[in-house]
């Protein structure tokens, strides 16, 4: 970890700043005389600045020793910093920079943010056609300073300071000063930073606007645990432990807020719409008549692959009704009948779409149906960032007359609604999904729900193919959802047996993490002929800890690549594994996807990967931030994706998380090999707790 500083300092010169306003690097002077280089997001910083900085030193292969700021606090501004602020603004330059501090000495900020039109009016050479561009530099420079000042002083971090001016532009201050708790909208923001800006600008404790934002933050938080409302016994004390208030007085605020009362639950209103809006729609399609006119014999055909009379069933549904659903376990034939199903309507001359809420598992659908188009569920809405998805009911999808969603147990209900809104009015829609996986990560579960409802015939595959249960990964994947140990050791395993999933137990979490480490670099990669980086994942169950995603990434890339020259600008080398954890759009280059980084250009600022598809991707060195190591991730991070190689790490540790559901999604990311080491008592924890935390959803009942 790199070494924490503090130092008292004065800017001399600014060598680089982004045209953002956001990161740059600055030349300045400690108290003991000695020059240092300061960088981070810091922008808002100028010639004169006396500051007070913490952070850390890093070492850059280039440019030597910097330390990188994390907070900051300014002293008064000194007559060349005021100038250096001053002369940015468009128009105005050094010369009317000192003009106004002449006229307006150290209060000049201040009197100018007052009326700053009729300020700069004033400025000799800006006239009526300059007023405006130059009004706009000012609030753009002066408010970012501003609120840069402001959220220092309550110990907010540069970074996030600087995000959210670039959120809210010039106007960032006004709005703030005018409701603090704006501020706890935005990722990365504790509701208690923007609680600690508000008391200091006045706000009282028992405030109906803060008690407002308590509930509304308290509900957005609880979606991070799949909640789509609380009820009102659930609510309150949560709301009151935050505000540190009586339930009593949270209590009266409850029915004047921006929240929707449903009987004893509480909502937010996007949710409450969200969730309202896809009941609807589920019963549109589900009472709608088929629109797919096709042929679909009452028997199966014959042959080698020949559907079973489930499968069959699935795609006599699939025609016969607006909306299905085809679920399974493992090795039941879900991929199969998909390709039944797409063969059948491409032989009479019909339409079909496929995507996932994965680029991976949309490629691997596309694969598995012989070469049918596949896209991500964003991609095939037209994803237009900042704005939304481009398709919805307004301007729905047209000339598909199937649409197959897999990994369907990925949908949450915001992108369940958005997809079926986009539906057209002669389409048909299948769900196809593994509801003993994982429950999606943001709230709701929507296929489950629906399969609850019976509003739409549901198929449940559950014969394995002789083929599959020769895989031992199947077996054990069956047999751990079934809550029983992986490998029966009263089963002798046959000749014909594939012999692709192993079970390690170790003593302790220091010779579990040893094991795994031996595995992914040496053992596997060399019986199996994998590349360690590119073919295998390692699956942890949390980040933190001497077992946790981040040790081990740690450890396996300094095994795996420890001479990769440094990427100037990230964190990484060139050879590292590194994973995207939230969709780029532009790049198609989407959350959970996983690549290698195999060449920079210093000059340009960019990096150039190659993802686990094969694609090349050229990326700037500023997007590198959404990136992550990723030798070792989540299991939840690899959900709707697979490597040929898995290993997964299990400690006593890990039991906050350790659930029989988080083992079986793992154990099926798996192609070739799959081995699971576990300290002992750690995988029994698992098999004995079904992931069945509740979810406060009302899909069930809003669609009956």
């Not at 004033?122 to 970012?144: C, D, N, R, T």
């Not at 809550?483 to 594939?498: C, F, H």
């Not at 280059?589 to 600022?605: C, K």
């Not at 299990?650 to 988080?662: F, I, K, Q, S, W």
Request: charged share 25%.
């Amino acid at each position: 970890m790199p070494d924490p500083a503090t130092l008292a300092a004065e800017i001399v010169a600014v060598r680089w700043r982004a045209d953002d306003g956001g990161f740059a690097v600055l030349a300045a002077v400690g108290d003991d005389g000695e020059e240092v280089t300061l960088t981070g997001p810091i922008a808002h910083l100028h010639e004169g600045d006396t500051v007070e900085v913490q952070g850390a030193w890093r070492e850059h292969p280039r440019f030597g020793r910097q330390l990188h700021v994390e907070r900051l606090k300014v002293g008064a501004a000194s007559p060349d910093a005021l100038v250096a602020l001053l002369g940015r603004v468009k128009h105005v330059g050094p010369r009317g920079a000192e003009w106004l501090l002449e006229r307006h000495g150290d209060q000049v900020l201040e009197i100018v943010d007052r009326d700053p039109g009729a300020r700069l009016r004033e400025v000799p050479g800006i006239g009526k056609a300059k007023l405006k561009p130059a009004v706009a530099s000012w609030q753009a420079q002066a408010g970012g300073r501003a609120l840069a000042l402001l959220l220092a002083e309550h110990d907010v971090p540069a970074a996030v300071a600087a995000r959210v001016h670039k959120a809210l532009g010039g106007g960032a201050l006004a709005l703030l000063q005018e409701d603090p708790y704006a501020l706890a909208k935005f990722d990365g923001i504790a509701f208690a930073t923007a609680d600690a800006v508000a008391r200091a600008l006045g706000t009282p404790a028992d405030a109906p606007e803060r008690i407002h934002a308590a509930l509304a933050h308290t509900l957005r938080a609880s979606e991070q645990d799949g909640h789509c409302f609380l009820p009102r016994e659930e609510l309150l004390p949560r709301a009151a432990r935050l505000l540190e208030l009586p339930i009593e007085t949270v209590d009266a605020h409850v029915a004047d807020a921006d929240l929707v009362l449903d009987g004893d639950r509480v909502l937010e209103p996007r949710m409450d719409r969200t969730e309202r809006r896809l009941a609807e729609r589920v019963r549109e399609l589900a009472g709608a008549p088929p629109t797919l006119d096709v042929e679909v014999p009452a028997d199966p055909p014959g042959g080698e692959h020949a559907p079973t009379v489930t499968q069959w069933a699935a795609v006599h549904a699939a025609a016969e009704h607006r909306l299905s659903i085809l679920t399974g376990l493992p090795g039941t034939g879900k991929t199969a009948t998909m390709r039944a199903l797409v063969d059948l309507l491409r032989a009479q001359s019909r339409t079909v779409r496929l995507c996932a809420p994965t680029g991976k598992a949309a490629r691997r659908l596309s694969e598995a149906t012989g070469g049918a188009e596949a896209t991500t569920i964003h991609r095939l809405l037209e994803w237009v960032p900042g704005e939304g998805f481009s398709r919805d009911a307004d301007d729905p999808l047209t000339g598909v007359d199937l649409l197959v969603v897999d990994e369907a147990s990925m949908l949450d209900v915001r992108l369940a609604a958005a997809l079926l809104a986009a539906v057209g009015p002669r389409t048909h829609v299948l769900l196809v999904g593994d509801v003993d996986q994982l429950a999606p990560v943001g709230p709701g579960r929507v296929l489950e729900d629906l399969i609850a409802s019976g509003i739409a015939p549901a198929t449940r595959l559950t014969e394995v193919f002789r083929q599959a249960a020769r895989s031992l990964i199947i077996r054990a994947a069956h047999r751990i959802n079934r809550g029983e140990a992986p490998l029966d050791p009263s089963v002798p395993l046959g000749p014909d047996d594939v012999r692709d999933f192993f079970y390690v137990e170790c003593e302790s979490a220091p010779k579990v993490f040893a094991e795994v480490m031996s595995l992914a670099t040496r053992r596997l990669p060399g019986h199996y002929e994998l590349d360690p980086v590119a073919d295998l994942q390692v699956l942890v169950p949390m980040h933190k800890g001497p077992a946790g995603i981040d040790a081990f990434n740690e450890a396996l890339r300094e095994s795996l690549n420890p001479d990769g020259p440094s990427v100037k600008g990230t964190p990484f080398r060139l050879g590292d594994r590194i994973m995207q954890t939230r969709n780029n759009h532009e790049r198609s280059f989407y959350n959970g996807e996983i690549a290698v980084v195999v060449a920079n250009d210093p000059a340009r600022g960019t990096l150039t990967l190659v993802g686990d598809d094969g694609r090349r991707l050229t990326l700037d060195a500023q997007e590198a931030g959404t990136l992550r190591l990723a030798y070792a991730c989540s299991v939840h991070k690899m959900q709707g994706s697979q490597a040929p190689a898995i290993v997964i790490a299990l400690t006593r540790g890990h039991a906050p998380m350790l659930t029989r559901n988080l083992v079986y999604t793992a154990v099926t990311r798996s192609q070739t090999a799959c081995v699971i080491v576990a300290e002992r008592g750690a995988l029994p924890t698992a098999l004995s707790r079904v992931d069945a935390s509740r979810r406060n959803t009302r899909l069930v009942e809003l669609v009956s």
